[in-house]
């Protein structure tokens, strides 16, 4: 039967909820306090209308139009894109094996919040206590038991948003987009009512225009404003395709991805303000205590939770579940993606995909459980973003520019919605972001020409990198060529 949205407030929290996870919080700050702070957000809001939105409203439209998951619609435009969903879904399930990881480490967290198990030493407590991180990727060590359990219950969590498909992910993103949203507002306004708040932000908002002339604050606006809307993964366009006929198509992608945004500025103010209380307590200057990614959300902040006048319980406990529902609606939209191209095009029962998709993404994830799992998953994270991403992204605009009619989708989404989209749109899709994507494409490949990611050796990248990429094209072209229901 065809997966359908009961509504549209359904569908538009579904997108959202993919859209808003953890990179709105531990990542969009910290790539904006590096590049040039307040003045990032020239690139950022360029990158977004020359970029985000016209993939977005891409996405939106050909799921709509063909009605069917990413690599059926995408097979529609010309037959061999088929393979290019595939490998967008397999990139986006590299993503979703180390996700649900880091999920399971936020389950353990809030569990340590009740009695603020980390103590003092927060670094040394995640680090050597918590990971048992070893020396080098190399160094596997065994499963850390605690962490493997946390995985366990994200997985339990992510098929039982999934159930159902759209009928369940419609009813759990209530939840797992609102329940974010109030918590981060709590955030900031403890953050900006804490001394030293308006230190920290200063660190976030000053403008360094100087920081507009690197070109690599440019690619690097780019790359946030993908990862951060969920775009070249073909969720969003399996998402779109669950819509019913005479759905809007452009007000909802300008609607999804100014959300996003917004959410992302605004979590900078959660972030910077409780950083500039951080540097106020103990001493140090702000730009010594900015962190992002994992040292942020379990060495950082809970050290700002232990020195909280007080509710340090209440808070650590909000904070942990705040990157659970964030991230969760993330992780699905990519497993529900998935099940979904699966179910579309080999028949198989749902129940079984769910499940298969669990048991097969768990035990990859196990990897990332043992004492060197934080290296691949810094590895893997890498690659899947800066290669898998980025070559669907290209490759996307590069089908509907360039090998379709790219007016005819223009003129599908325009005749959809009552807020239109002009030319500039095919410009964008034709050449602008297949040039900018494309150059940041170049840089990244000489820059790992040049060096191992990382100061990792260069086994342990090929391993956790090109490896991942070979077997996930190689996956994508078996999934293409296997013979369908039809
Ligand atoms: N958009 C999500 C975020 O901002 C990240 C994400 C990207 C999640 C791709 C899943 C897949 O955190």
Redesign the pocket.
């Given at each position: 039967m065809k997966e359908i949205w009961q509504s549209r407030t359904s569908f538009v929290l579904a997108s959202i909820g993919?859209?808003?996870?953890?990179?709105?919080i531990w990542?969009f700050p910290y790539v904006c306090y590096e590049c040039g702070g307040g003045a990032f957000l020239i690139p950022f809001l360029v990158a977004l209308l020359t970029a985000g939105i016209p993939l977005m409203v891409l996405e939106y439209s050909v799921g709509h139009k063909f009605s069917k998951p990413a690599p059926l619609a995408l097979g529609n435009l010309k037959k061999g894109f088929e393979i290019l969903g595939w490998f967008a879904l397999l990139v986006?399930f590299g993503?979703a094996t180390y996700?649900a990881v880091i999920m399971g480490w936020a389950f353990n967290y809030l569990g340590y919040s009740l009695n603020m198990a980390w103590g003092d030493n927060t670094q040394g407590f995640f680090f050597n206590q918590f990971l048992k991180i070893s020396e080098s990727p190399m160094q596997l060590g065994s499963v850390q038991w605690m962490i493997a359990l946390g995985l366990i219950l994200t997985w339990i969590a992510i098929v039982a948003s999934i159930w159902k498909g759209a009928k369940t992910v419609g009813k759990v993103v209530y939840f797992t987009v609102i329940i974010p949203w109030i918590i981060l507002l709590v955030f900031v306004a403890r953050g900006l009512t804490l001394p030293g708040a308006l230190e920290g932000l200063k660190y976030y908002l000053t403008p360094n225009f100087s920081a507009l002339l690197n070109y690599r604050v440019w690619l690097h606006a780019y790359s946030q404003v993908f990862?951060?809307?969920?775009i070249g993964?073909g969720v969003q366009m399996t998402y779109a395709s669950f819509l019913p006929r005479d759905s809007d198509v452009v007000n909802n992608a300008f609607l999804v991805s100014l959300a996003d945004a917004a959410t992302a500025f605004v979590g900078g103010f959660a972030v910077f303000s409780t950083l500039g209380y951080y540097a106020n307590q103990t001493g140090l200057p702000v730009s010594e205590v900015v962190q992002s990614g994992p040292q942020l959300a379990f060495v950082t902040y809970p050290t700002i939770i232990r020195l909280l006048p007080f509710g340090s319980v209440i808070f650590g406990v909000l904070f942990f579940l705040m990157l659970l529902t964030l991230g969760i609606d993330?992780?699905f939209?990519?497993v529900e993606a998935g099940a979904a191209s699966l179910i579309e095009k080999f028949n198989f029962k749902r129940v079984h995909v769910n499940i298969g998709f669990a048991i097969v993404a768990g035990l990859i994830g196990l990897i990332y459980t043992t004492r060197s799992g934080l290296y691949w998953l810094d590895i893997v994270d890498y690659f899947m973003n800066n290669f898998g991403l980025l070559v669907v992204g290209i490759l996307m605009c590069i089908a509907v520019g360039w090998f379709y009619k790219h007016e005819e989708i223009r003129e599908y989404a325009n005749g959809k919605s009552d807020f239109t989209i002009g030319r500039w749109w095919d410009f964008s899709v034709k050449y602008l972001t297949p040039i900018v994507v494309g150059a940041l494409f170049i840089t990244n490949v000489v820059d790992r020409v040049k060096a191992a990611y990382g100061g990792y050796s260069r086994i342990a990248e090929f391993l956790g990198g090109w490896l991942v990429i070979i077997v996930f094209v190689v996956v994508a072209v078996i999934l293409f060529k296997k013979k369908g229901r039809s």
């Open positions: 993919s859209a808003i996870g953890l990179g709105n990542r986006g993503i996700y990862f951060s809307l969920t993964f993330s992780a939209s990519l």
